[in-house]
Protein backbone atom coordinates (compact mmCIF):
# COMPACT_ATOMS: atom_id res chain seq x y z
CA UNK A 1 0.00 0.00 0.00
CA UNK A 2 1.85 3.57 -1.61
CA UNK A 3 0.23 5.50 2.05
CA UNK A 4 2.31 8.38 0.39
CA UNK A 5 0.14 8.33 -2.66
CA UNK A 6 -3.32 7.59 -0.14
CA UNK A 7 -2.50 10.73 1.67
CA UNK A 8 -1.77 9.13 5.25
CA UNK A 9 0.28 11.96 6.16
CA UNK A 10 -2.52 14.26 5.24
CA UNK A 11 -3.34 14.29 9.34
CA UNK A 12 -0.18 13.52 10.29
CA UNK A 13 1.36 16.62 10.26
CA UNK A 14 0.69 17.94 14.07
CA UNK A 15 3.24 18.45 16.51
CA UNK A 16 3.11 20.52 19.61
CA UNK A 17 5.67 22.76 20.37
CA UNK A 18 5.54 25.40 23.22
CA UNK A 19 8.14 28.07 21.56
CA UNK A 20 9.79 29.89 24.94
CA UNK A 21 7.69 28.12 27.69
CA UNK A 22 11.14 28.42 29.57
CA UNK A 23 10.84 32.05 30.46
CA UNK A 24 7.73 31.21 32.69
CA UNK A 25 6.13 34.04 32.02
CA UNK A 26 3.34 35.16 28.85
CA UNK A 27 3.44 35.05 25.15
CA UNK A 28 4.83 31.66 25.05
CA UNK A 29 4.65 31.70 21.54
CA UNK A 30 3.12 28.78 18.85
CA UNK A 31 1.50 26.10 20.24
CA UNK A 32 1.80 24.08 17.10
CA UNK A 33 5.38 23.58 15.94
CA UNK A 34 6.20 25.84 12.59
CA UNK A 35 6.14 23.74 9.48
CA UNK A 36 4.09 20.89 11.37
CA UNK A 37 2.05 20.37 7.93
CA UNK A 38 4.86 20.01 6.04
CA UNK A 39 4.43 16.73 4.08
CA UNK A 40 0.49 16.40 4.85
CA UNK A 41 -2.08 17.00 1.93
CA UNK A 42 -6.00 17.35 1.85
CA UNK A 43 -5.88 13.58 0.85
CA UNK A 44 -7.33 11.57 3.04
CA UNK A 45 -6.40 7.06 3.18
CA UNK A 46 -8.93 4.54 2.79
CA UNK A 47 -11.35 3.76 5.61
CA UNK A 48 -9.17 2.46 8.49
CA UNK A 49 -6.89 3.20 12.21
CA UNK A 50 -4.00 5.01 11.37
CA UNK A 51 -1.12 5.65 13.96
CA UNK A 52 1.71 8.08 13.47
CA UNK A 53 5.20 8.90 15.29
CA UNK A 54 6.57 11.88 15.21
CA UNK A 55 10.00 13.03 16.42
CA UNK A 56 12.21 16.20 15.98
CA UNK A 57 14.55 18.47 17.02
CA UNK A 58 14.78 22.50 17.46
CA UNK A 59 18.62 23.64 17.68
CA UNK A 60 17.94 27.67 17.68
CA UNK A 61 19.47 30.68 19.40
CA UNK A 62 17.87 33.66 20.49
CA UNK A 63 17.64 37.09 18.10
CA UNK A 64 15.92 39.92 18.60
CA UNK A 65 16.35 43.33 19.79
CA UNK A 66 15.52 42.00 23.95
CA UNK A 67 17.89 38.81 22.74
CA UNK A 68 19.37 38.67 26.97
CA UNK A 69 22.79 38.15 25.21
CA UNK A 70 22.91 40.62 22.93
CA UNK A 71 24.65 42.75 25.81
CA UNK A 72 27.89 40.40 25.81
CA UNK A 73 27.61 39.02 22.42
CA UNK A 74 27.00 35.76 23.73
CA UNK A 75 24.33 32.69 21.87
CA UNK A 76 21.52 32.10 24.16
CA UNK A 77 20.45 28.89 22.58
CA UNK A 78 17.16 26.94 22.26
CA UNK A 79 17.30 23.60 22.44
CA UNK A 80 13.67 21.19 22.01
CA UNK A 81 13.51 17.65 21.32
CA UNK A 82 9.51 16.47 20.85
CA UNK A 83 7.85 13.09 20.49
CA UNK A 84 4.56 12.43 19.60
CA UNK A 85 2.00 9.97 19.28
CA UNK A 86 -1.47 10.28 17.42
CA UNK A 87 -4.20 8.71 15.61
CA UNK A 88 -5.77 9.29 12.50
CA UNK A 89 -9.50 7.51 12.30
CA UNK A 90 -11.09 7.71 8.92
CA UNK A 91 -14.60 5.76 9.04
CA UNK A 92 -15.66 5.91 5.27
CA UNK A 93 -18.50 8.77 6.09
CA UNK A 94 -19.02 11.24 3.77
CA UNK A 95 -20.60 14.91 4.70
CA UNK A 96 -21.49 17.23 2.13
CA UNK A 97 -20.07 15.73 -0.35
CA UNK A 98 -16.30 15.33 1.89
CA UNK A 99 -14.54 12.59 3.45
CA UNK A 100 -14.49 12.84 7.28
CA UNK A 101 -11.69 11.84 9.95
CA UNK A 102 -10.89 12.63 12.67
CA UNK A 103 -7.12 13.25 14.77
CA UNK A 104 -5.63 12.77 18.29
CA UNK A 105 -2.39 13.53 19.35
CA UNK A 106 -0.34 13.46 22.51
CA UNK A 107 3.25 15.28 22.61
CA UNK A 108 5.97 14.75 24.94
CA UNK A 109 8.67 18.02 24.84
CA UNK A 110 11.81 18.41 26.74
CA UNK A 111 12.89 21.99 26.09
CA UNK A 112 15.99 24.40 27.54
CA UNK A 113 17.24 27.77 27.20
CA UNK A 114 20.75 28.55 27.77
CA UNK A 115 22.73 31.52 29.99
CA UNK A 116 21.47 33.86 31.26
CA UNK A 117 17.86 32.32 30.79
CA UNK A 118 19.30 29.32 32.50
CA UNK A 119 16.01 26.56 32.13
CA UNK A 120 15.32 23.05 31.59
CA UNK A 121 11.84 22.15 31.33
CA UNK A 122 10.17 18.42 30.11
CA UNK A 123 6.85 16.91 30.30
CA UNK A 124 3.56 16.28 28.42
CA UNK A 125 2.54 18.69 26.70
CA UNK A 126 -1.65 19.40 26.26
CA UNK A 127 -3.01 17.25 24.32
CA UNK A 128 -4.67 17.93 20.64
CA UNK A 129 -8.06 16.80 19.54
CA UNK A 130 -9.31 17.53 16.05
CA UNK A 131 -13.10 16.31 15.96
CA UNK A 132 -13.57 16.69 12.91
CA UNK A 133 -12.04 17.22 9.31
CA UNK A 134 -13.51 17.72 6.15
CA UNK A 135 -12.06 16.59 2.49
CA UNK A 136 -13.19 17.13 -1.28
CA UNK A 137 -12.05 16.30 -3.90
CA UNK A 138 -12.66 19.59 -6.66
CA UNK A 139 -13.97 18.54 -9.80
CA UNK A 140 -12.04 15.21 -10.68
CA UNK A 141 -8.75 17.80 -11.35
CA UNK A 142 -6.29 16.60 -9.03
CA UNK A 143 -7.11 19.19 -6.39
CA UNK A 144 -8.31 18.99 -3.15
CA UNK A 145 -9.46 20.54 -0.24
CA UNK A 146 -9.69 20.24 3.27
CA UNK A 147 -10.69 22.06 6.05
CA UNK A 148 -10.81 21.19 10.04
CA UNK A 149 -10.83 22.92 13.78
CA UNK A 150 -8.34 21.29 16.19
CA UNK A 151 -8.07 22.14 19.71
CA UNK A 152 -5.28 22.04 22.54
CA UNK A 153 -6.93 20.91 25.80
CA UNK A 154 -5.08 22.10 28.94
CA UNK A 155 -3.92 18.75 30.57
CA UNK A 156 -0.38 19.36 30.23
CA UNK A 157 2.47 18.88 32.55
CA UNK A 158 1.86 22.72 34.27
CA UNK A 159 3.80 24.44 37.21
CA UNK A 160 4.28 27.86 38.96
CA UNK A 161 1.83 30.60 40.48
CA UNK A 162 0.99 31.29 36.97
CA UNK A 163 1.10 27.47 35.29
CA UNK A 164 3.51 28.39 33.08
CA UNK A 165 6.34 27.18 34.76
CA UNK A 166 6.60 23.84 32.03
CA UNK A 167 5.77 22.77 29.03
CA UNK A 168 1.78 22.90 29.75
CA UNK A 169 -0.45 25.56 29.36
CA UNK A 170 -3.57 26.85 31.34
CA UNK A 171 -5.34 27.79 28.52
CA UNK A 172 -7.33 26.59 25.35
CA UNK A 173 -6.11 26.96 21.84
CA UNK A 174 -8.04 26.76 19.20
CA UNK A 175 -6.68 25.87 15.80
CA UNK A 176 -8.86 26.12 12.35
CA UNK A 177 -6.68 25.10 9.54
CA UNK A 178 -7.39 24.89 5.54
CA UNK A 179 -5.11 22.59 2.84
CA UNK A 180 -5.44 23.28 -0.95
CA UNK A 181 -3.41 20.39 -2.70
CA UNK A 182 -2.96 19.13 -6.31
CA UNK A 183 -2.37 15.33 -5.62
CA UNK A 184 -1.69 13.72 -9.17
CA UNK A 185 1.19 11.92 -11.09
CA UNK A 186 3.24 11.89 -7.61
CA UNK A 187 3.03 15.30 -6.94
CA UNK A 188 2.01 16.62 -4.10
CA UNK A 189 1.98 20.25 -3.76
CA UNK A 190 -0.06 21.82 -0.87
CA UNK A 191 -0.20 24.75 1.33
CA UNK A 192 -1.74 24.62 4.88
CA UNK A 193 -2.94 27.44 6.14
CA UNK A 194 -3.83 27.44 10.04
CA UNK A 195 -4.30 29.92 12.78
CA UNK A 196 -3.72 29.67 16.63
CA UNK A 197 -6.72 31.53 18.47
CA UNK A 198 -5.86 31.21 22.68
CA UNK A 199 -8.42 31.68 25.49
CA UNK A 200 -7.33 34.02 28.66
CA UNK A 201 -4.88 32.37 30.99
CA UNK A 202 -7.68 30.87 33.58
CA UNK A 203 -4.98 32.19 36.37
CA UNK A 204 -3.59 35.19 35.13
CA UNK A 205 -6.18 36.20 32.64
CA UNK A 206 -3.75 37.37 29.68
CA UNK A 207 -4.23 36.23 26.74
CA UNK A 208 -1.83 35.96 23.94
CA UNK A 209 -2.13 36.75 20.42
CA UNK A 210 -3.18 35.03 17.27
CA UNK A 211 -0.29 32.98 15.50
CA UNK A 212 -0.44 32.35 11.66
CA UNK A 213 0.72 29.56 10.34
CA UNK A 214 1.57 28.82 6.07
CA UNK A 215 3.64 25.52 5.35
CA UNK A 216 4.65 24.71 1.96
CA UNK A 217 5.46 21.40 0.50
CA UNK A 218 6.35 20.38 -3.22
CA UNK A 219 7.13 17.04 -3.65
CA UNK A 220 7.34 14.18 -6.16
CA UNK A 221 7.03 10.69 -5.55
CA UNK A 222 8.89 8.06 -8.00
CA UNK A 223 8.29 4.69 -7.23
CA UNK A 224 9.32 4.15 -3.42
CA UNK A 225 10.81 7.17 -2.91
CA UNK A 226 9.54 11.36 -2.48
CA UNK A 227 11.60 14.08 -2.33
CA UNK A 228 11.27 18.11 -2.27
CA UNK A 229 11.66 21.71 -1.12
CA UNK A 230 9.31 23.01 1.98
CA UNK A 231 8.89 25.97 3.52
CA UNK A 232 7.34 27.24 6.08
CA UNK A 233 6.31 31.13 7.45
CA UNK A 234 5.03 31.79 11.25
CA UNK A 235 3.71 35.02 12.95
CA UNK A 236 1.63 36.84 15.96
CA UNK A 237 -0.58 38.93 13.85
CA UNK A 238 -2.35 40.73 16.76
CA UNK A 239 -1.39 41.99 20.13
CA UNK A 240 -1.74 40.56 23.32
CA UNK A 241 -4.33 41.45 25.86
CA UNK A 242 -3.84 41.77 29.41
CA UNK A 243 -6.82 43.39 31.77
CA UNK A 244 -7.45 45.18 34.69
CA UNK A 245 -7.55 41.50 36.54
CA UNK A 246 -4.18 40.66 34.55
CA UNK A 247 -2.22 43.76 35.31
CA UNK A 248 -2.98 43.46 39.51
CA UNK A 249 -1.16 39.51 38.99
CA UNK A 250 2.04 41.45 37.55
CA UNK A 251 1.15 40.81 34.05
CA UNK A 252 2.18 43.35 31.09
CA UNK A 253 1.97 43.25 27.19
CA UNK A 254 4.72 45.63 27.48
CA UNK A 255 7.41 42.42 28.71
CA UNK A 256 6.68 40.34 25.26
CA UNK A 257 6.71 40.66 21.80
CA UNK A 258 3.65 41.42 19.98
CA UNK A 259 4.66 40.68 16.81
CA UNK A 260 6.58 37.99 14.90
CA UNK A 261 7.99 36.61 11.39
CA UNK A 262 9.74 33.59 10.83
CA UNK A 263 10.36 31.75 7.62
CA UNK A 264 11.88 29.05 6.93
CA UNK A 265 13.28 27.06 3.85
CA UNK A 266 14.32 22.89 3.42
CA UNK A 267 13.74 20.10 2.16
CA UNK A 268 12.02 16.70 2.39
CA UNK A 269 12.31 12.80 1.49
CA UNK A 270 10.67 9.83 2.43
CA UNK A 271 10.55 6.43 1.98
CA UNK A 272 7.32 3.92 1.75
CA UNK A 273 8.54 0.96 2.90
CA UNK A 274 4.66 -0.97 1.98
CA UNK A 275 3.46 -1.28 5.31
CA UNK A 276 4.69 1.95 6.82
CA UNK A 277 5.82 5.44 5.16
CA UNK A 278 8.62 7.37 6.61
CA UNK A 279 8.93 10.88 5.91
CA UNK A 280 12.02 13.18 6.93
CA UNK A 281 12.30 17.00 6.42
CA UNK A 282 14.96 19.72 7.73
CA UNK A 283 14.51 23.50 7.34
CA UNK A 284 16.88 26.09 8.40
CA UNK A 285 15.10 29.39 9.66
CA UNK A 286 16.37 32.04 7.24
CA UNK A 287 14.56 35.72 8.73
CA UNK A 288 13.12 35.83 12.55
CA UNK A 289 11.55 39.14 13.02
CA UNK A 290 10.29 40.27 16.60
CA UNK A 291 8.95 43.63 17.58
CA UNK A 292 6.65 45.60 20.46
CA UNK A 293 6.11 48.93 19.29
CA UNK A 294 4.44 50.29 22.50
CA UNK A 295 7.71 48.94 24.26
CA UNK A 296 9.92 50.58 21.53
CA UNK A 297 8.35 53.98 22.20
CA UNK A 298 8.42 54.10 26.03
CA UNK A 299 12.08 52.25 26.49
CA UNK A 300 13.72 49.37 25.69
CA UNK A 301 12.23 46.43 23.35
CA UNK A 302 11.85 43.09 25.07
CA UNK A 303 11.33 40.89 21.97
CA UNK A 304 13.25 37.93 21.42
CA UNK A 305 12.31 35.04 19.41
CA UNK A 306 13.92 31.64 18.06
CA UNK A 307 16.12 31.24 14.88
CA UNK A 308 17.55 27.70 14.33
CA UNK A 309 17.44 24.56 12.44
CA UNK A 310 14.69 21.81 12.48
CA UNK A 311 14.92 18.25 11.72
CA UNK A 312 11.61 16.20 12.01
CA UNK A 313 10.73 12.52 11.33
CA UNK A 314 7.32 10.99 10.74
CA UNK A 315 6.52 7.31 10.85
CA UNK A 316 3.39 6.37 9.75
CA UNK A 317 1.02 3.15 9.41
CA UNK A 318 -2.51 1.60 9.61
CA UNK A 319 -3.75 -0.51 12.71
CA UNK A 320 -7.07 -1.58 11.30
CA UNK A 321 -8.66 -1.53 8.38
CA UNK A 322 -12.54 -2.62 7.64
CA UNK A 323 -12.58 -6.18 6.10
CA UNK A 324 -13.12 -6.39 2.16
CA UNK A 325 -16.87 -7.85 1.83
CA UNK A 326 -16.77 -11.40 0.02
CA UNK A 327 -17.26 -12.01 -3.19
CA UNK A 328 -20.55 -14.02 -4.09
CA UNK A 329 -19.57 -17.69 -5.32
CA UNK A 330 -19.60 -18.67 -8.73
CA UNK A 331 -22.00 -21.20 -9.48
CA UNK A 332 -22.54 -23.24 -13.04
CA UNK A 333 -24.63 -25.62 -14.37
Not at 239 to 256: E, Q
Amino acid sequence: MNMNSKALLAAAGIAAFAMSPAFANEGPGPSTKPGAFIGASAGVPPPGIYMFNQVFTYQANLTGPGNPGAATGQHVGVHANVDVQGFLFVPGWTFLGATYDAVIVQPFVDISVGTPVNAQLSGMFDTYIVPVELSWKLWNSGWQFKTGLGIYVPDGTKTGVNGLGNVGQPYYTFQPEAILSYLRDGWNLSVAVYEEFNTANSVTHYTSGDILHADFTATKTIGKWTFGPVAYYWGQVTNDSCPISCIATGGSTLAHYQSTEVWAVGGLVGYDFGPASLSVWATQEVTAKASNAAAAAIGADPSAVAQGTTVFATLSYRLWAPEAPVAPAMYHK
